[in-house]
């Protein structure tokens, strides 16, 4: 069965240094991977995808998040944070059907 | 495009009382998803259609809750009678293609407070 495991529910950081947001999965078949951020009082938005091809995939913002099949992880990086990027992001997976799971959601807190 | 719409923003109702969630999820799209979301259980899928037609309700917790989409610009969630356990935020979603992975798109979600 999927399952989607965030190991930090909390991430401070200072402004303008590099912060990585951690991701692993497991599944036994190929799958979707998504990055959605939410802000305070907000719907979730989507950050990045990977469906195929390059492993490495950008947001347009900064972010960017690589798909390791051997690690079975989809970590989140930025290498400078804002104070802007302040926001709680969840990983998700997709064997390829409707259904995602998501993971418990990492809080980002950008220190100025 | 407007996006996914949800009505209300916030609802405050008392124990025992009916509470209807609306969903216009974007045009176009033929799947659409109903989520709950709590501090205890993170991020729930209630259920799923897909061309107006029920899927997957297998998240919906019990008879109170029921979902119906009449058409392909509507959704509502119901919920009859109402207990406090049920305060969370609900996110309505679509998305535009059966049997391929597209991505999911949120509305801004209603906040759920049950006195």
């Known amino acids: 069965a999927q399952s989607v495991t965030q190991l930090d529910s909390q991430v401070p950081v200072f402004e303008e240094a590099p912060v990585e947001l951690r991701c692993n999965y497991s599944s036994s078949v190929s799958v979707y991977l998504f990055w959605y951020v939410q802000y305070p009082n907000q719907g979730l938005q989507l950050l990045l995808k990977?469906?195929?091809?390059?492993?490495l995939v950008e947001s347009i913002n900064g972010f960017e998040a690589e798909f390791n099949k051997s690690q079975t992880s989809f970590h989140l990086r930025k290498p400078s944070v804002h104070i802007s990027d302040t926001a709680e992001y969840f990983c998700a997976v997709s064997e390829g059907t409707y259904k995602y799971i998501f993971g418990t959601g990492t809080r980002l807190k950008v220190l100025a | 495009d407007a996006g996914v719409i949800q009505s209300p923003r916030h609802e405050v109702t008392e124990m025992g009382q009916e509470v209807t969630l609306r969903c216009k999820p974007i045009?176009?799209?033929?799947?659409l998803f109903w989520y709950r979301q709590t501090m205890m259980r993170g991020l729930e899928l209630l259920i799923y259609f897909n061309n107006n037609v029920p899927i997957d309700d297998s998240g919906m917790p019990e008879d109170r809750f029921s979902a119906k989409m009449p058409n392909a610009s509507f959704s509502t969630l119901k919920i009859q009678p109402s207990e406090p356990r049920d305060s969370a935020v609900y996110f309505c979603a679509s998305s535009g293609r059966r049997g391929y992975q597209e991505t999911q798109y949120f509305g801004p979600g209603t906040r759920l407070l049950v006195l």
């Open positions: 045009s176009g799209h033929n799947s």
């Open positions: 990977y469906l195929s091809g390059s492993t």
